[in-house]
């Protein structure tokens, strides 16, 4: 076949496709021919749009290292992100739902005792989180492993200050009753990193960087999925408008304010702090 138009390039590529030897490559890349080649005919992409997305394409890649993954962050602009994590995680009755990893993860943070304070010192408001981890009908899971991680009061992750220790992270093991608790502060909103190609792409679209405040939690249990998820904090500007498009309504949550004195573990406390309980449920793998 020869002389291609504009209708009968799309079939020649998918014959092209059609002696994949594994049958879900080939689904995977002839559906995604389709779906390109309707795009270019829908848009009816000129060949200086077309360069102009090559080239903010090859600036993504070269944006990337092993401290910055701008691909992602992209998926994670066009809310492609939080789509796969829908179809991947249907809604389980008890179960807590997901959200995006995010680029700030660490993998195996430091194992801290139970009660201990992550905020390295950090300003801002103490908030205790007491935690619980449970199968999806409400039965305590000992021994979880439960990484937690967040930004700090400026809104800057520990990875992003050159030299800074692990602050505002760690992971806690479940007891008896699959608890956990812990010391930090209150989170607050942060713009996601906006000096690259995807911060490019939302200045010219008119879209804001912001994600709203929100503490990280990576959980995980001997034969259960490995839950990803966030809790936000409740009345934040950004809830509505989350720049990665993370917000779920069963993730929002309103930490108590409680009055300066003696806090839990002992701690005094000289201004007000905050209470955060929380149940997380685990589902069992697909
Ligand atoms: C985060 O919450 O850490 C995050 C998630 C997606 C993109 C950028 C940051
Ligand atoms: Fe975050």
């Known amino acids: 076949m020869r002389d291609f138009n504009q209708t009968t390039i799309t079939e020649a590529v998918l014959d092209r496709f059609a002696a994949t030897p594994d049958p879900r490559l080939r689904e995977i890349m002839q559906s995604l021919t389709r779906h390109l080649h309707d795009f270019a005919r829908d848009v009816q992409l000129t060949i200086p749009e077309w360069e102009r997305a090559v080239g903010f394409l090859t600036r993504t890649g070269q944006m990337c290292d092993d401290k910055r993954q701008e691909f992602i962050l992209l998926s994670d602009t ?14 389980e009755e008890g179960a807590t739902q997901t959200t995006v990893l995010g680029p700030f993860y660490v993998d195996n943070p430091p ?23 449970t199968d999806a009908a409400g039965t305590p ?31 806690f093991v479940t007891d008896a009753e699959g608890r956990f608790r812990l010391w930090s502060i209150l989170p607050s909103a942060y713009p996601i990193p906006d000096d690259g190609p995807v911060g490019d792409m939302l200045k010219a679209t008119g879209r804001h ?3 709203p405040a929100h503490v990280h939690f990576m959980i995980a249990a001997e034969g259960f999925q490995t839950l990803v998820t966030h809790l936000f904090i409740d009345g934040d500007t950004y809830l509505d408008s989350d720049a990665v498009f993370g917000v779920k309504d069963s993730l929002i949550v309103a930490p ?31």
Do not use: C
Not at 144 to 171: C, N
């Open 78 to 91: 066009l809310g492609l992100s939080m789509l796969i994590d829908a179809i991947n995680h249907p809604t």
């Open 111 to 133: 194992v801290r005792p139970d009660g201990a304070d992550i905020s390295g010192g950090e300003a801002g408001e103490p908030m205790w989180i007491d935690g619980q981890v």
């Open 141 to 171: 899971l000992a021994g979880s492993t439960v990484d937690v991680w967040q930004s700090d009061d400026d809104g800057y992750y520990d990875v992003q200050k050159p030299g800074a220790e692990a602050d505002l992270r760690a992971r």
């Open 209 to 211: 960087p912001w994600r």
């Open 256 to 286: 108590v304010r409680q009055p300066a004195g003696e806090g839990p573990g002992g701690r005094r406390l000289d201004a007000d702090w905050y209470r955060l309980d929380h149940r997380f449920g685990l589902s069992k793998p697909r």
